[in-house]
């Protein structure tokens, strides 16, 4: 292969005048240029010496971005808490409902689907968490039935991550390592319910081991438990709307008077008066008088003062009308957030964070570095009291490359482990009453997590939650609507046929569910062995395409969808590939240019291809 050097010149001109950008007007140019010219070229392009002037004017410049970098992290995390309201507003009342029947929620299957389905449709596991306390504390089910619907909230509360993750669909790459991570916490809560739910309804594990614990120690109501985020987050989110919560925990112990009853707090300031009425009948002469104290109802002292305060409009007009703006809030802020995180952590700077974050421990005990970061995550997790606001956070800091998906499970890891600690200190600062059930349940929380930490991450081998992220990652980028199916079937479609199943009776659900369930591990096993162990299946299993084309591709869905959406049939293409021509063997041979980033250079001459090397 005859390499021209008047060709290379000229994209290392090209590399010189715009830095920034890889200008290709000619792909012949760039073909003819050998990897180590490519390399000098870009080497060049910014190893242009700075003036002190220059430097102190981008010194200047990153540092003036971290006041708005903060700001919008602000935002955002108010955004998330508005969420969480809005979608109290429009199906919270839906969700006491579901609470309310007890007989369904006895059936441990029916309630793990009525945890994960009461848990996305008000976008907060303490909300779901205080009813299913408020139900054990007055009687209507007890601590055993209780445990599944804590582990379909923990399932529900990682999709606020995963809806964070759609908003990075811009850029593949991005979005493939963002949605692997996002679904990282999906992953782990499935593969944990999958072995300890059928533990706990057997043997009773979790209710045991947590009942030994309260039982072992004298527990105390205390002080309530430190809300260290919402000190800072709720000057502003009050401004905006202020809910009664106690109006879905009403609906759900079957209290109908609330039925009809705003969840919008208007009055934030009551007040018990006592009055008193003397009892003086029959006393014609001066006698004794028996006062007797009557309690009236509260007496409202003090409107709230929020937007939604004096309005008329319903609940479920005040709900979407948030919905919209926090959603419209929420994806300004992430969309700002990457690319303000993508001009600060650049260059050397990036790759002293990468390094930081994503490095072991020197041997032998690099094995500590994933429990540090688990320990990191749930003190980060304990001090902005939400696990869904840590995981949607670090979700574009994984998006851009920053922290790697290895290093990102461990955290996640640690956030749930965060989360039940807040639990267990709000449930010490309950009332006397629900104190021993809401302490209780908190431990059963935390049991379960730690449960699964054992089970999922001391060796690697076990750490399958990585593995079925990073698949998934690949597969949404592949095909950008898959996101969406993915998560209208895993918090929608699937639990919704799981519990009719299981309310037809456990003698449907075996019939249906164990056919199912053998085939998808039967699948399962052969893919695996396709990849590592092929020459151990018959010839014909040795890849699925004796089987039709749409049982083992999504490509004629993808060319459904496309005809549907988009009004035709082209199928689409991997940004920055170059069709070249076809193969002896039927393949087409494709050159990816970096046309926008300078640090890859991918040169595709006949059958020769040359690699540049990031630098």
Sequence with gaps: MT????????????????????????????????????????????????????????????????????LLLYLFVCSLDVLSSAFQLAGGKVAGDIFKDNAILSNPVA??????????????????????????SSGLINVRSAIPIIMGSNIGTSVTNTIVALMQAGEREEFERAFAGATLHDCFNWLSVLVLLPLEASTGLLSRLSQAVVDAFQIRSGVEAPELLKVITEPLTKL?????????????????????????????KSQTVMSSVSDSLNCTQPCLQSPTQ???????????????????????????????????????????????????????????????????????????????????????????????????????????????????????LGSNIGTTTTAILAALASPGDKLAAAF?????????NILGIVLWYPMPVTRLPVHMARALGKRTAKYRWFSVLYLLLCFLLLPCLVFALSMAGWRVMAGVGVPLATALLLVSAVNVLQVHRPGSLPAMLRSWDFLPIWMHSLRPLDTLITKVTLGCAEQDRDPGLIEGPVEPNGFQKKGPVALDNLDLCFIDVESETLRGTRL
């Design 294 to 412: 009557n309690t009236t109802p509260l007496v409202n002292m003090q409107k709230c003062k929020h937007l939604f305060v004096n309005s008329s409009l319903s609940d479920l007009v005040v709900g979407l009308i948030l919905l919209a703006c926090s959603l419209l809030l929420l994806c300004t802020c992430l969309v700002l957030l990457v690319k303000l995180l993508n001009s600060l952590l650049q260059g050397q700077v990036a790759k002293v964070i990468q390094k930081i974050i994503n490095t072991d421990f020197p041997y032998p005990f690099g094995w500590l570095a994933g429990y540090m970061a688990i320990l990191v995550g749930a003190v980060m997790t304990f001090v902005v009291q939400s696990s869904s606001v840590f995981t949607s956070a670090i979700t574009p800091l994984i998006g851009i490359g920053v922290i790697s998906l290895e290093r990102a499970y461990p955290l996640t």
């Design 440 to 448: 209780q349940l908190a431990l059963c929380h935390l049991f379960f």
């Design 111 to 136: 309630g793990l689907v009525v945890g994960l389905l009461v848990t996305v449709l008000v976008q907060s596991s303490s909300t779901s968490t205080s009813i299913i306390v408020s139900l054990v």
């Design 240 to 268: 905006i709307i202020q809910l009664d919560k106690s109006v879905i925990s009403g609906i759900a112990m079957g209290d109908e008077r609330l039925r009809n009853r705003s969840l919008v707090r208007v009055w934030c």
């Design 3 to 70: 390499l021209q050097d008047s060709s290379c010149a000229l994209v290392e001109k090209k590399y010189l005048s715009q830095p920034s950008q890889l200008v290709v007007d000619n792909l012949s140019d760039f073909k003819t240029c050998s990897e180590s010219q490519c390399v000098k070229a870009h080497s060049s392009a910014f190893s242009k010496p700075q003036s002190q002037r220059e430097r102190m004017k981008s010194v200047f410049t990153n540092v003036s971005k971290i006041p708005l970098l903060l």
